[in-house]
C-alpha cells in the first residue's frame, strides 16, 4: 500500500518492522516526530515507550533494555546527541546492541534547532572517547530512512555494537508517497548458546555472528563500561586490556565487505561527485542537469554508509577520475576523509554550504 510518510515516520515504522519493542527518548527538534509515532504505535504491538528526563537518561534507560534482551531504539538531534555520547561509548564497551537516530540540525550548542545541516558526521564517530569502531547509515530519501533503519538493527544485533542513523533535517521532515514492505529481512544468530556453565559473555565465539545471552537467561553475564575479562569481570592486565579492544575493532575490520553500502553510477567519467544524505539529492540532479546541457558525463558516488569509511572502496572506484566533487552542508567534515583517502590519485574539491539552507544542484554544476 503506498503511502504519504515523512522521513522520520518511515525510520519509526522500519524500527518497528525490524523488531525494535522499546524506544527512550526526549524530544528534540528535528527528530521529535519519531518519538511521536513510537508513542502511539509501540504499546500497539507489545512494546514500550518511555519518554525520559534528558538524553543521558535516555540512552541509560535504553541500554538497560538491550542487556535484558529488547530491541532498542532512541532518537535525538545534536545537543541531545552530544547529551548521549557517554552513554555510547558504554554501549561499545559492554557490547550492546541499539540504534541511535540523529536527525542532524546545526551547532554548535543548541545552534539552528529547525534548519538541516549535515554538521554531526565528525561526532557520530569521535563523540565518545577511546578507541572503537562504529557504524553510521545515511539515508537520503524516505524509502532509505525505512530500510536503512532495518539495516541498522540488524547490523547492531549482529555485531553487538551501537549502530547510528545519521539523518539530517531535510530527510527527517520531507515527505514522500512510499509503499514499505510489510514483511523485512530480520538477522537472527546461527549458533545456539552454549550451557550455562560454558558460557563467557565475551569469548571470542561471541564477538559477533552468535547467539548472545541476556540478563534473566540463567546464565551469568557481568556487564560494565571497564575494560574486563571474557566473563565480564574487570582487569587491569595489560595483555586482556589490548585482547579486549582488538575485540572491538575487529567487529568492523572483520566485516567491513559486507558492511560498506556504496551505491554508484558512470565511474569512470572524468568528475566524480562523492555525496550523502540529503547532500546526494542536489548532487543527484546537478549531474542530470549538467549532462542534458553538455552531453558530457558525470559520475556519483553516494555513501549509504559512512562509517566504517570506504577507504579501500573509493580508492578503487576513483582511481580513473580527474576530479572529485564533495558537496556538504557543514564545512567539509568528510571532504577532510575523502581527501586523505584519494587525494594521492586524483584532486578533491568541496562545496561547502552550513546556513541552514539545502545546498542546490546550482551550487554544484558552478564548480563541475
Known sequence: ????????EACAIGAIRAGVRFFAGYPITPSTEIAEYLARELPRVGGTFIQMEDEIGSICCMNGATAAGVKA???????????????????????LPCIIVNVMRGGPATGTPTRTSQADVMQARYGT?????????????????????????????????????????????????????TEVEIWRPAQPKPAPEDYYHYDDRNNY???IASFGEGYRVHLTGLTHRKDGFPTDDPEIIKWNLDRLRNKIE????????????????????????????AGMEAKRQ???????????????????????????????ARRVIVPEMNQGQLYREIERTVSLHVPVVSVQRYDGEMLTPEEIISHL
Open 1 to 8: 500500500m503506498k503511502q504519504l510518510l515523512s522521513g522520520n
Open 73 to 95: 531504539m532512541t532518537a535525538t538531534s545534536g545537543p541531545g546527541f552530544s547529551l548521549m555520547q557517554e552513554g555510547i561509548g558504554y554501549s561499545i564497551m559492554a557490547e
Open 129 to 181: 572517547h577511546g578507541d572503537h569502531p562504529i557504524v553510521a547509515l545515511c539515508p537520503w530519501s524516505v524509502r532509505e530512512c525505512f530500510d536503512l533503519t532495518v539495516a541498522a538493527v540488524n547490523i547492531s544485533e549482529r555485531l553487538r555494537i551501537p549502530v547510528i542513523v545519521l539523518m539530517d533535517e531535510i530527510v527527517g521532515h520531507m515527505r514522500e508517497v512510499v509503499e514499505l514492505p
Open 209 to 211: 555472528d552468535a547467539a
Open 254 to 281: 572483520q566485516n567491513r565487505s559486507w558492511l560498506w553500502d556504496i551505491y554508484y553510477e558512470d565511474i569512470g567519467s572524468e568528475t566524480v561527485i562523492v555525496c550523502y544524505g540529503s547532500a546526494a539529492r
Open 290 to 320: 549538467f549532462e542534458l546541457k553538455t552531453g558530457q558525463r558525470v559520475g556519483i558516488v553516494r555513501l549509504r554508509m559512512v562509517w566504517p569509511f570506504p577507504n579501500e572502496r573509493l580508492i578503487a572506484l576513483l582511481r580513473s
